[in-house]
């Protein structure tokens, strides 16, 4: 019972010839993917059946179970049966005809990986005479045979000669570029030489302006330093000068505090006073009812003594005595009533006084305090002023220095304005000889 063959690697359409790489898979047919084929488990019959079906058939295949090829029968190894009219009954002796081996040779192979050219030479490395096997992953994917390998090595030197014509076509375009670029190239570089000698001398000019300018800049700010210094000089003397006047202020203010708390002490002392004067004009009155009490007591002890007659003489004169003594009382409480009452109304003018230096105090306290305020912000002013002063002064001589730099640079930029002028000549010259070897290159390529 024959069995099944196993399946071939499904054949892929061929590419374009305009598009062929240099691998054999693009240059393979249809018909070479699907050549014919046994297996190793075939009968010898079967394979002079396929050969008789195919008369341009001039090598068979054979492969094992797995497609993976063992070698091939070749046409003219089996010519003899082919041409034996007993040859096919003989082949019907299971005897004879049921066993490939000693039929099978070896034959070239090559991967579908490989280039036509790595094909042809594996094939001239493997002796073939009849064909060979294209092999995809150990297996059989097309079969070539010799007259398919001489025109497919005759299309392939054909193809090369179209590239290579190809190829030169594209030569001669890029060198007729080429030559077109560099000429268009020369030109810009003669004109970028004139530009740049033209740059050269003015940056050369300007450089030549910018030292100038610079010492210019550079002395006067040595003279802006020497200035500055002398402002942040009084500016530091304005501020210790405004730290003292501060500090006198602030003395005068606590001074003022001192008189505010003296004035109101001796406001309560007036008021102490206030309140003992008032005092003392109670005990007035206090003396003046008594003196009137000892007036009406010496009145009526005159009326008795008057009753009394001449046993009431002496008490008579003792109440007269107390009715004088009584009036001088009462005449001296008025006295001291007078002089309780301008003490109060100096008691009053002091008070109004301290109100007034109260006042006065409180205005010189606050005054102080503004004065002391303005002189911290014109201290502070001052000292920022001085500091600016101080910064200026060192910007200032920075600015010089870096005036010298600049003067320095300006000089070293001319020289170089100098160098790029010898640079721009040698440019020139050298844009010229490249146009020169240029159209000698091209030449060349073009004779070659």
């Not at 708390?261 to 003396?287: F, M």
Request: hydrophobic content about 45%.
């Amino acid at each position: 019972m024959t069995q099944p063959r196993p399946a071939l690697p499904s054949p892929t359409a061929a590419p374009e010839a305009d598009v062929r790489s240099d691998r054999i898979i693009d240059w393979l047919s249809a018909s070479d993917r699907n050549a014919p084929h046994v297996l190793r488990t075939d009968t010898l019959i079967s394979v002079i059946d396929r050969f008789q079906a195919n008369q341009d058939l001039r090598l068979l295949p054979v492969l094992d179970a797995l497609g993976r090829p063992c070698g091939a029968i070749f046409e003219r190894d089996m010519r003899r049966l082919l041409l034996n009219p007993y040859g096919h009954a003989l082949l019907r002796n299971p005897a004879y005809g049921g066993d490939l081996t000693s039929h099978i040779r070896n034959c070239p192979t090559a991967d579908i990986a490989q280039s036509i050219g790595e094909t042809l030479e594996q094939y001239r490395i493997g002796r073939g005479t009849e064909g060979m096997m294209i092999l995809r992953d150990n297996q059989l994917f097309a079969v070539l045979t010799n007259r398919r390998l001489a025109l497919l090595a005759g299309e392939w030197e054909a193809y090369r000669a179209r590239l290579r014509v190809g190829r030169a076509d594209q030569i001669e375009n890029a060198a007729q570029r080429f030559e077109g670029e560099v000429a268009s190239l020369g030109r810009m570089m003669d004109k970028l030489s004139k530009m740049l000698e033209s740059d050269a001398a003015e940056v050369a000019e300007r450089s030549t302006q910018v030292g100038t300018r610079a010492a210019a800049v550079a002395t006067a700010a040595v003279q802006t330093s020497a200035h500055m210094e002398e402002i942040a000089g009084r500016g530091r003397e304005l501020a210790g000068a405004l730290d003292s006047i501060a500090a006198r202020t602030e003395e005068a203010r606590n001074a003022a505090q001192e008189a505010v708390a003296l004035v109101s002490a001796g406001s309560a002392r007036t008021a102490d006073l206030r309140v003992s004067a008032e005092s003392i004009e109670s005990v007035i009155d206090l003396i003046g009812e008594i003196s009137r009490q000892v007036n009406l007591l010496a009145l009526n002890a005159t009326i008795e003594a008057a009753r009394a007659g001449d046993a009431g003489r002496g008490f008579a004169v003792v109440a007269g005595e107390i009715k004088l003594l009584s009036h001088q009382t009462a005449t001296a409480a008025n006295r001291i009533r007078a002089y309780v009452d301008d003490i109060g109304h100096a008691v009053d003018e002091v008070s109004g006084g301290h109100a007034q230096v109260e006042t006065a105090i409180a205005r010189i306290a606050a005054n102080s305090a503004e004065i002391q305020g303005a002189v911290t912000l014109q201290r502070s002013a001052t000292q920022l002023i001085a500091f600016n002063a101080a910064q200026t002064h060192d910007a200032s001589r920075a600015a010089g220095v870096d005036a010298d730099a600049i003067n320095g640079i300006a000089q070293s930029a001319a020289e170089r304005a100098g160098a790029m002028l010898v640079i721009a000549k040698r440019v020139f010259d050298g844009a010229q000889q490249l146009a020169v070897e240029s159209s000698h290159f091209v030449e060349q390529i073009r004779v070659a």
